[in-house]
């Protein structure tokens, strides 16, 4: 007992308990002392054979009902024992604590309360729906479908009868009535039966979800504190279980009760929209009111820290810590299934990286000097706190070593585990943001400024980077916008901020204890001065983008206009004088009354009638009769007014009125001798197409990918642009973009208009590398920085697992993922590489003449040789015993080729000893280049290999197959005969599709069935082709398009046919190619199917790889942005290999990662690949994405999946393909 009165503090209690040993009879005694980690009991009969050490259980009853705790004797006196709980109950512990309070329960504030409490929900919902209708009449402008418009003013209308309100209230009563008197526990697993795609309870979820977190944050401090106020009324203590008076319960009651009513997604959105607008002030106030009644009754928050927080801030996480360290490797990499906020797409919270940070490290078996391994040695926070004064305020090497530096220094003990644990966290994330290109350098030389206070301010909270208060984050950010609106050329106002800044941090650099409040101080100050200056930057943009709107409201008018007379006069034959009349003062006069009336305006019309009336009388042929002639001179009248009141040449413009006086008051012989010519199109010289800006180097594919990059952009993005060769590239955001996404303007750091450019010049400029894209981030500095931290702790595993161990090269699988990923770079971005397979002849004779080990030092030499050979853009591998792989890139066909043959010659002529003697060997090399006719790994490494044979045969070190030679060797194989077979079997139903459903791992009754499409392949008489083949063959004469298409167009055909039967069927998945994955005409291709179907698009999930999207991340995003406007959904395929870092996740807008089979296939059998797939599911989750497990074959993947908290599995195990003409049957 004696440990835990040191370590918690302890309370007076009065309560009967009944002990309970093993082997002999309870006894009844009386709890004396209490604290967090056990009881002081009396027993009045004497202590007797009790040992220290011993299990009993404490046993006691409540108002809600008996308890049982388990626990052990760590004390013995007289008649007496000292008991340490061993496993805590929180309803249990809080019901002790409520018992150390000087006083008994307050029944008569209990009932008050309750009334109070009952009455005032009541009135709040009575005040919803008495406002709620005029309020969605209100939101009805905000909504672009007319559809939606429709939905929702009905929904009004019914909100606002009478009758219907009173019937909705007393449901919404009942409702909370039966939550008030029969709480439930919100599940973390809510979600788990939800579907693949998207399903509307989800959808409602986590509308609900993210409404009671913005609710939940403006009311945090009036709600926190009637909890613990209403805690000690035995009756209103609910434990873990949400109170039914929080913002959640109430918004849940207020969305049940209403359904009925809102069977549409946005009208579920706007209902929350209204209670968080309208709602939040009188939930507000009827919180006051129950504290104040509260404190009438002497009632107040003012109480022995909670059990709760006690608990969770202290001996839970000492205990886990020690469990952690009794754990075997499988078990310390494990962890629970995602919470609910995980799995919507926030970050990980510091405690989850915390563990999780020491589970990888202990997996990669972190040496001793680990960031995070803890010493078991203590010293006082005091001395801590003082040596933490004396950190310089330069950075030179991590803050932590820099500590340990002062401690030794001083002769101090060691930091506590837990606190070097928080420090080192904080130390690994704050060198991250000094990595982080979007902090400038002036931010980061404040941030190392800040940087000592902080560690002193952690030292007395270690929790800080975990705090609510959002405190860390505010100020880094605040930092970095002021940084980014006050650069250092502008020189004045950048010394001002540079001060105020310094002598904020100077300030908490002098306090010795500089705690929350101190900083939230200077933050307060710093983010007031930051709010000035943004005011001053919005107040100019707002400027800007009205300026450009204007313009552009005159540039569209003025293509309007263009568009109009090149479709009455461009390309014919007409006199000169009718152009000149136009451009005199005719074109302005048009485009303004465009501007002020419109297209549709009579004015505007007449104004075009009379320009074609002109043209009859200038074209007429004859002279002109007496009504000929009083029209002409009307005509002419006419048009000299209106050319004096609008025209812009008047300089020219008594010549042109004379010269048309002439032509309509003349014979016809005058207007014959008017010189004419042909009239060219206006509309392109005002608007230039995008392809015109394409430089002629490029292809049209290759410029579709700069063009997207314009296209992606969203207002709020910002790019580093460079004015000047020599110049250093400044930082602009996008303020504002045409609705045709044709014309974009950027911003500078003061607010003024720095680019205005068309989507062909921000191509170009994309080309030129003049404009680069920042990485755009919506995230905290904290939740930014870890999830740096887990990329790359994520990438560390993931290079151990690709290693060779015995070379340190590559391996086999790594190396072929890598020469995948270039042979689809060689399809979109004209890459020029080359694959070298080089071999080791009479590798088995080296083996018996120098034994296994002098084999393995020769290829650790030959290694090491082509280690130091290749550049960093080449990549080696062992890919099997004697065989390496080489993958080298260059500007050319005759560099690659170079390399091979430098690189060979190296190896060759090498001397490589052991034990004193040289090893004698020769090598054969074959080398292939790569092409796009040529697009399957095993193609290349066959050939590859053939060329490795004739090197044998005609004793050379190395032979090259070009690419004629290699297309000419591919066709005379099957493959080609695939090819011409391909139209034949999609018209001859050879191609067929089956199904595989995807289920969730943790299967439960009731969730919809989804389904992979899946393609085969037969011949004639029907017997099955590889597969493989026919896509590597598809591929290889770019024909996946057509494949793609038809099995698109096959299953949309079965959905048409079937879609009234699938409300037990949440979707399939369509495989994508990339070939087809950005291409524009396939694009539309689906935009079609998809328009003309009868089933809802929100059936259908596209899968695409991760080496398509991430090599052309730009057209893919284009492309994925599309379909999912229309519904879709879509999931990454074959995630995990490591090409796709968080930048390129968090941009793709995919619902849904498949981890890699190959991964999956040795879960249950090989630790490393058991870690990957668990480093690849968190990534997953964190970016707020499900995530899938394919190549489930057995129950053994299946538990190891469950345990690792996997979405959903596919595989044998779950479920075998059937025909797709079949699944009816099934569903």
């Not at 608007?687 to 015109?692: D, G, T």
């Not at 931290?789 to 560390?796: A, I, P, T, Y």
């Not at 560099?895 to 043959?901: C, K, L, N």
């Not at 492309?1119 to 968090?1146: H, M």
């Amino acid at each position: 007992m004696s440990r835990d009165k040191r370590r918690h503090k302890r309370y007076p209690i009065t309560l009967e308990v009944v002990l309970s040993f093993s082997g002999r009879s309870p006894l009844r005694c009386q709890a004396r002392d209490f604290c967090v980690g056990g009881l002081y009991v009396d027993i009045d009969q004497g202590v007797s054979g009790v040992k220290l050490g011993e299990p009993l259980t404490v046993e006691f009853d409540t108002p809600e009902g008996g308890h049982f705790l388990e626990a052990e004797v760590v004390r013995i006196v007289d008649q007496g024992l000292g008991i340490h709980f061993t496993r805590q109950d929180m309803a249990a512990l809080a019901f002790m604590q409520r018992c150390t309070a000087s006083s008994p329960p307050n029944l008569a504030a209990a009932a008050q309360i309750a009334a109070q409490l009952e009455e005032g929900v009541t009135l709040l919902f009575k005040r919803a729906l008495e406002q709620v209708s005029e309020a969605l009449l209100q939101r009805t402008d905000s909504l672009s479908e007319q559809g939606e418009r429709y939905e929702l003013y009905q929904l009004a209308q019914q909100l606002a009868q009478p009758k219907r309100q009173q019937r909705l209230l007393q449901q919404l009563e009942q409702l909370w009535q039966q939550r008030y008197e029969h709480p439930l526990k919100e599940s973390v697993s809510e979600s788990a039966e939800l579907s693949l795609i998207d399903t509307e309870q989800f959808e409602r979820w986590l509308l609900l979800d993210r409404c009671a977190a913005e609710l939940r944050e403006r009311c945090e401090e009036p709600n926190h504190q009637l909890e613990l106020s209403l805690r000690q009324l035995p009756r209103f203590n609910r434990g873990e279980q949400e109170p039914p008076w929080a913002i959640k319960p109430l918004l849940q009651c207020w969305i049940d009760g209403l359904e009925p009513l809102c069977q549409q997604l946005i009208a579920v959105r706007l209902l929350l929209d209204f209670w968080r607008d309208e709602m939040a002030l009188p939930y507000l106030r009827l919180l006051q009111q129950l504290t104040q009644t509260l404190q009438q009754h002497g009632i107040g928050p003012e109480r022995p820290p909670s059990i709760e927080q006690t608990l969770f801030s202290r001996h839970s996480r000492r205990s886990e810590g020690e469990r952690e360290r009794e754990r075997e490797s499988r078990e310390v990499i494990d962890s629970p299934q995602k919470s609910a906020e995980e799995s919507s797409g926030t970050a990980p919270p510091l405690t989850a990286l915390r563990h999780y940070l020491r589970h990888l490290n202990s997996a990669i078996a972190a040496s001793p000097s680990s960031p995070l391994a803890a010493t078991p040695l203590r010293i006082s926070r005091e001395r801590l706190l003082a040596a933490a004064h004396q950190l310089p305020p330069e950075r030179h090497t991590g803050r932590y070593e820099q500590l340990q530096q002062i401690l030794a220094q001083q002769g101090e003990g060691q930091i506590e585990p837990e606190l070097a644990e928080s420090i080192q966290l904080a130390d690994t994330l704050f060198s991250y943001v000094r990595r982080d290109q979007r902090y400038s350098p002036s931010s980061q030389r404040w941030f190392d400024q800040l940087e000592p206070s902080l560690f002193k301010a952690l030292i007395q909270r270690p929790t800080l980077l975990e705090s609510e208060s959002d405190l860390l984050n505010t100020l880094c950010q605040s930092l970095n916008e002021l940084a980014y609106l006050v650069p250092e050329q502008r020189r004045a106002d950048y010394e001002r901020v540079d001060q105020v800044v310094r002598q904020q941090f100077e300030q908490l650099h002098e306090r010795i204890e500089c705690d929350e409040q101190a900083l939230q101080q200077s933050c307060d100050k710093i983010s007031a001065l930051t709010e000035e200056y943004q005011q001053h930057y919005q107040q100019q943009r707002r400027v800007q983008i009205e300026a450009m709107e204007q313009q552009q409201r005159h540039s569209v008018a003025e293509q309007r206009v263009a568009r109009e007379l090149d479709h009455r006069f461009a390309a014919r034959q007409l006199p000169t004088l009718l152009g000149e009349i136009i451009e005199a003062g005719w074109y302005p006069l048009l485009r303004q009354v465009v501007l002020r009336e419109g297209e549709e305006s009579p004015q505007y019309q007449i104004y075009l009638k009379g320009l074609e009336q002109l043209l009859l009388f200038l074209d007429y042929p004859q002279d002109y009769n007496s009504v000929q002639q009083q029209r002409a001179f009307k005509l002419y009248a006419w048009f000299e007014k209106m050319l004096r009141l609008n025209s812009t040449q008047p300089h020219r413009l008594t010549t042109l009125l004379s010269t048309l006086s002439l032509a309509l008051a003349t014979s016809a012989n005058y207007r014959i001798q008017l010189p004419r010519e042909r009239v060219e199109a206006r509309l392109p010289k005002l608007q230039p197409s995008v392809e015109s800006w394409r430089p002629q180097e490029l292809t049209a594919k290759r410029w579709q990918h700069f063009v997207r990059q314009g296209q992606n952009l969203g207002e709020g993005d910002r790019i580093l642009f460079q004015r000047q060769p020599d110049t250093a590239a400044e930082p602009l955001e996008l303020a504002w973009s045409d609705q045709q996404r044709q014309r974009y303007l950027f911003i500078d750091h003061s607010g003024q208009a720095a680019l205005d450019c068309s989507l062909g010049e921000l191509a170009q400029k994309f080309h030129q590398k003049t404009v680069s894209l920042l990485e755009r981030s919506g995230l905290k500095i904290n939740e930014r920085a870890s999830q740096q931290l887990l990329q790359d702790l994520h990438q560390s595993v993931l290079q151990q697992a690709n290693r060779d161990e015995l070379t340190l090269l590559l391996g086999r699988r790594a190396f072929l993922r890598e020469l995948e990923r270039a042979i689809f770079i060689v399809l979109h971005q004209q890459l020029t590489a080359l694959l070298l397979i080089v071999n080791v002849n009479q590798f088995r004779l080296i083996n018996q003449l120098y034994g296994n080990e002098g084999g393995d030092q020769l290829l650790r030499q030959l290694a090491t040789v082509m280690r130091a050979q290749l550049g960093d853009a080449s990549i080696a591998a062992r890919i099997n015993g004697d065989e390496f792989a080489l993958l080298l890139r260059a500007d050319s066909v005759e560099e690659a080729s170079q390399q091979a043959v430098a690189l060979t010659t190296a190896l060759a002529g090498s001397v490589f000893l052991w034990q004193g003697s040289p090893i004698p060997f020769s090598l054969r090399a074959g080398a292939v280049v790569l092409s796009e006719a040529l697009i399957s790994a095993s193609e290349l490494i066959n050939l590859a290999n053939k060329a490795c044979q004739r090197a044998l045969e005609r004793r050379v070190t190395v032979i090259i197959i070009d690419i004629e030679e290699s297309i000419a060797l591919l066709q005379q194989g099957s493959v080609q005969q695939l090819m011409g077979r391909l139209t034949e079997m999609m018209t001859q139903n050879r191609l067929r599709l089956r199904a595989q459903e995807i289920a969730p791992i943790d299967r439960a009754s009731g969730y919809l069935k989804h389904y992979e499409i899946l393609l085969s392949v037969v011949d004639e008489d029907e017997t099955p082709l590889p597969l493989f083949e026919f896509i590597q063959a598809a591929e290889s004469f770019g024909r996946m398009q057509e494949v793609d298409r038809w099995v698109v167009e096959a299953t949309f055909r079965w959905l048409n046919q079937h879609h009234h039967q699938l409300r037990q069927c949440a979707g399939v998945s369509i495989n994508l190619s990339g070939q087809s994955v950005g291409e524009s005409a396939f694009l539309e291709f689906v935009q079609q199917q998809l328009a003309a179907a009868q089933f809802s698009p929100t059936l259908v999930c596209f899968e695409v790889t991760e080496t398509s999207a991430v090599t052309n991340i730009d057209d893919a995003i284009y492309f994925i942005n599309s379909l999912k406007a229309s519904g879709c959904r879509f999931s990454l395929d074959d995630f995990g290999t490591g090409y796709a870092s968080y930048a390129y996740l968090q941009r793709l807008p995919v619902d849904y990662l498949k981890i890699d089979g190959v991964f999956i296939k040795t879960i249950a059998s090989s630790e490393q690949d058991y870690l990957l797939v668990k480093s690849i599911n968190d990534i997953g989750h964190i970016l707020g994405k499900r995530t899938v497990a394919e190549y489930v074959e057995n129950s053994q993947i299946l538990d190891r999946l469950q345990t690792l908290g996997v979405d959903y599995g596919q595989g044998y195990q779950i479920h075998r393909p059937v025909p797709l003409e079949q699944l009816m049957i099934t569903i």
